[in-house]
């Protein structure tokens, strides 16, 4: 409906106009966007079946990855209430509610880029000051968010979700809204943001290092062994998708400094 065929219809019948816009927006956008992160998810899942089974994955620590079953680790990584829940609850009531920005609710254009990087960037920043006050303010606030998913000292792939509901709220959820606030995109972009973000968060927990991480290391994108310092030493590398805000608060430790980790990751 063009704008004067809209201001037409509120001349005719007044409360057309009222009806039109307390109305639920189409969930086309926000069921395709669900899809894209479940697909996302899948290609991880798949690939890391494939990884371990056929390729010849270097343990980022020397102890060696944990022992278990691959479809107990899907079965877990599936379960988690904090990640998937509360994440799929995020996007559909956000959505739902109009509380995005009206830009995402348009199907125009496709996938711009430079929108997809801006998000990931601004969220990761974000997430990042958010993870470092989780670890700062107070040892009671620590414990009842995050050092949940601090149990893990040599992760595996399957623990990227596994942490408190306090934890998701304020270092994904929070962090999340700000940044759809700060970045106007359409839903495209959106969508290839939302999937990329959580594919590549479960990335870095792998027990393993990824064929593509030396390269990531050199160009400063958050690697497995970035991750696993983190989860060792507890003091370093708050980030999580990219290096460059640890470099910043001279809080980045390379993998290939730590002793306890394989040397060539
Ligand atoms: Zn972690
Ligand atoms: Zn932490």
Redesign the pocket.
Known sequence: MSRIEEELATLVAPEMAGARTNSWPDPLGLSLGLLSVAVGQACVLAYHWAYLRFGNPTAVQKEGPQRYDFWEGVRTHLAQLEGFVLLGSYLTGTWMFRLMPASYYSLDGRVNPLHVAAQLLVMDALQTVA?YA??KLSPEIYKSS?KP??RFLNPRLFDAFNGSIADTVCMILLPLYVTANVVHCNVWSYMAFGTIYSSWLTLIHAEYSHPWDPLFRRIGFGTAGDHHV?HKV?IKN?GHLFMYWDKLMGTYKSPLDVDKFCKDI
């Open positions: 993870h989780e670890h995050h998913h601090h983190h507890f708050y």
